[in-house]
């Protein structure tokens, strides 16, 4: 018996060695799978019941209230250009085109400078001595506050220097609404009739988007000097930028009020029409834009 311990010693010593060998390795194989899925646990962005709904709950606010409260018919369209959503209250006006009214003062404003009829901002125009029914019209102005008191015919000049020749080029090149300036007579008046120059809140939206990344037929000089003039408020928050028209060649008059937004990194367009009946009427264009705005929790919370 002793000479066949002897004998099969070896064997016995050696399997015993190579039992160790695999037990090792098979514990740093499951030490391997634990380090590494707890690696992997670790590495996944953190899934809550909570966080679902938050993404799915997304509310669109009511902003045809705004217009109930005025007592007043009209549309707003709102484009968030960072998550590329609208809001809107209106559909179907905000795809109804009309004359663009004094909010052509962006367009008319860049032919201006791009051709040189007028210099710059501050350069002055002569008034003419005929008393209008709007007292900031009545004195000599320049580009900056004609286009603030949105004073016509400082705007009709430019657009009788400017001529027909080159406008109609400038709005073809842009793509401006439906593209009719009417005939050579009707050079200083064709955004204010209704029957001519026309254009849709959604096609506002998309000028003025053009006009924010530089992508017009214009200087960067001249872009960036209107961009200037339009600024209505700002503040450490934003920067709102904006023109306000008036259409009286239709019943009811019709009040425009277009531009965009800047806050939060990033970029809010807005157009907004409203049926109006009396100058008294005006400051609801301005003030259901800003409530809308609010209600995207935009521009300061007061008031």
């Avoid at 004094?102 to 008393?131: Q, R, Y």
């Avoid at 029914?133 to 009709?156: C, G, P």
Wanted: aromatic letters at 12%; charged letters at 20%; hydrophobic letters at 40%.
């Amino acid at each position: 018996m002793k000479n066949i311990l002897f004998s099969i010693w070896p064997s016995l010593r050696r399997y015993r060695t190579q039992a160790i060998i695999f037990t090792v390795i098979g514990c740093l194989i499951v030490l391997s799978l634990i380090t590494f899925g707890a690696m992997y646990v670790v590495a996944q962005p953190p899934s809550t019941s909570s966080e679902r709904p938050a993404i799915l709950a997304v509310k669109t606010p009511n902003l045809g209230r705004h217009f109930q409260e005025f007592g007043r018919e009209g549309s707003i369209l709102i484009y968030d250009s960072k998550n590329n959503r609208f809001y809107e209250h209106n559909p179907q006006r905000n795809a109804t085109a009309i004359a663009p009214a004094s909010t052509f003062k962006i367009f008319n404003a860049l032919v201006a400078l791009e051709t040189g009829v007028v210099p710059d901002d501050v350069a002055v125009l002569t008034w003419d001595g005929v008393h209008r029914e709007i007292d900031a019209w009545n004195h000599d102005t320049n580009l900056r506050q004609a286009f603030k008191d949105s004073t016509v015919w400082f705007y009709q000049v430019l657009a009788r220097r400017a001529g027909y020749e080159r406008m109609h080029q400038f709005i073809n090149k842009v793509g401006y609404g439906n593209r009719q300036i009417g005939t050579a007579a009707d050079i200083d008046r064709f955004w204010l009739q209704q029957q001519i120059l026309q254009i849709t809140p959604k096609e506002q939206i998309k000028f003025l988007q053009r006009l924010y990344q530089g992508d017009l037929p214009f200087s960067q000089r001249t872009i960036n000097l209107v961009k200037d003039i339009m600024v209505r408020e700002q503040t450490p928050d934003y920067i709102l930028r904006g023109k306000t028209g008036w259409l009286t060649t239709t019943k009811p008059n019709i009040g425009w009020f277009v531009g965009y937004l800047e806050q939060n990194n990033n970029v809010y367009f807005f157009a907004t029409t409203l049926d109006m009946d009396k100058a008294e009427d005006a400051p609801a264009r301005i003030e259901i834009t800003r409530r809308s705005l609010k209600d995207l929790g935009l521009l300061a919370q007061i008031n």
